[in-house]
């Protein structure tokens, strides 16, 4: 039987990355659900352990299910053999992205509850949070539908809100093409 030896520095950088890469893939599929780009990615602290922690239990609870068959079928035998336990890894660091997508998809998807925020007598919801800003779009209360027109505010000028469920979910309207945009100006 191979040993593997693995210098604890190369072990934390690799986790590390793995954490900041499943966060990115996370943010990614949740903001991607809106229509916003990339660029409001905003890792940090609360972000990754807020993504990371439910993820990383969700994910070890299928694996570990998955090794307690192995080991029913094998009928005999230590799960904690070396080789067990780097195809543990491996299987964790392949599921944690796929995982962080399809959480963040389906988070954003499934969300009832959102700030709403009167501001120049129209209604805005609160999308996420950028540093010190909110991301906020339009909101048709009536069709309870947001518009992919974002803008940034600052936390602190967010004075007339309040959190609000929508039962029905809210739904986001479709990208507007250039053709539209064009006539719009003209």
């Known amino acids: 039987m ?3 030896k693995i210098d604890v520095a190369l072990l934390i950088v690799f986790l590390t990355g793995l954490a900041y890469g499943t966060t990115y893939i996370y943010q990614y599929a949740f903001l991607h659900h809106y229509k916003l780009p990339a660029m409001f990615i905003d890792l940090n602290t609360n972000i990754l352990t807020g993504t990371l922690f439910p993820l990383i239990l969700l994910i ?3 694996l570990m299910y998955i090794a307690y068959i192995m080991l029913i079928i094998k009928g005999k035998g230590s799960f904690f053999k ?3 336990l780097w195809t543990f890894l491996l299987l964790f660091c392949l599921m944690a992205p796929f995982g962080a ?3 963040g998809a389906s988070y954003a998807e499934k969300k009832e509850e959102y700030i709403v925020i009167k501001q120049n007598k129209e209604l805005f ?3 996420t949070a950028y540093k010190d800003n909110f991301v906020i779009a339009p909101l048709d209360i009536k069709k309870e539908t947001i ?3 974002f803008q940034t505010i600052e936390m602190k ?4 809100s309040e959190i609000i469920k929508f039962e029905h979910r809210i ?3 479709k990208l507007r093409n250039s053709k539209e945009l064009k006539k719009e100006i003209k």
């Open 60 to 62: 070890l609870a299928i």
């Open 82 to 84: 070396s080789e067990n």
């Open 125 to 127: 919801v609160v999308l």
């Open 171 to 173: 739904k986001v309207d």
């Open 101 to 103: 997508f399809m959480v």
């Open 147 to 149: 518009k992919s027109k």
């Open 157 to 160: 000028s967010a004075k007339d």
């Open 2 to 4: 191979k040993t593997f």
